[in-house]
């Protein structure tokens, strides 16, 4: 089967970041990128095939500093209902840029859904 490679267009944000791996609790270097609603985790620097993580941010509520429970300076986390993502940044200000772009991206994809199904409504009501 062949690989699917993304097409990333204008990214909110994309760099350096390690995330917790969900099964065996380790940390791994990962390159991130930031498109729309979505966030990819890839093993190489701006090299879209073969994303290690899609992350739907439709799904997730919420993205807050969890340095009190990772243990990791700069980390933050990304959460949904049943599923929490462990992230650690560079530095404080990177920390802070990422949790301002994924912040903005759950924002605006649930604004974004409102809005199709507003459209849905008006649809079924012509």
Same mark, same amino acid.
């Given at each position: 089967?062949?690989?699917?490679?993304?097409?990333?267009?204008?990214?909110?944000?994309?760099?350096?970041?390690?995330?917790?791996?969900?099964?065996?609790?380790?940390?791994?270097?990962?390159?991130?990128?930031?498109?729309?609603?979505?966030?990819?985790?890839?093993?190489?620097?701006?090299?879209? =095939?073969?994303?290690?993580? %899609?992350?739907?941010?439709? *799904?997730? $509520?919420?993205? &807050?500093?969890? @340095? /009190?429970?990772?243990?990791?300076?700069?980390?933050?986390?990304?959460?949904?209902?049943?599923?929490?993502?462990?992230?650690?940044?560079?530095?404080?200000?990177?920390?802070? =840029?990422?949790?301002?772009? %994924?912040?903005?991206?759950? *924002?605006? $994809?649930?604004? &974004?859904?409102? @809005? /199709?199904?507003?459209?849905?409504?008006?649809?079924?009501?012509?």
């Amino acid at each position: 089967m062949a690989e699917k490679k993304i097409v990333i267009k204008n990214p909110a944000k994309e760099g350096w970041l390690e995330k917790q791996s969900r099964h065996l609790k380790r940390w791994k270097k990962r390159w991130f990128v930031l498109q729309d609603s979505t966030l990819y985790s890839f093993k190489k620097e701006k090299s879209y =095939d073969a994303p290690t993580e %899609i992350i739907d941010l439709r *799904v997730f $509520s919420s993205v &807050k500093s969890s @340095e /009190d429970y990772t243990n990791r300076t700069h980390s933050f986390d990304v959460y949904s209902i049943d599923m929490v993502f462990s992230m650690v940044a560079a530095s404080e200000n990177e920390k802070e =840029d990422w949790i301002r772009a %994924i912040g903005r991206a759950i *924002v605006i $994809s649930r604004t &974004k859904v409102w @809005e /199709d199904d507003d459209d849905k409504d008006e649809d079924e009501n012509a």
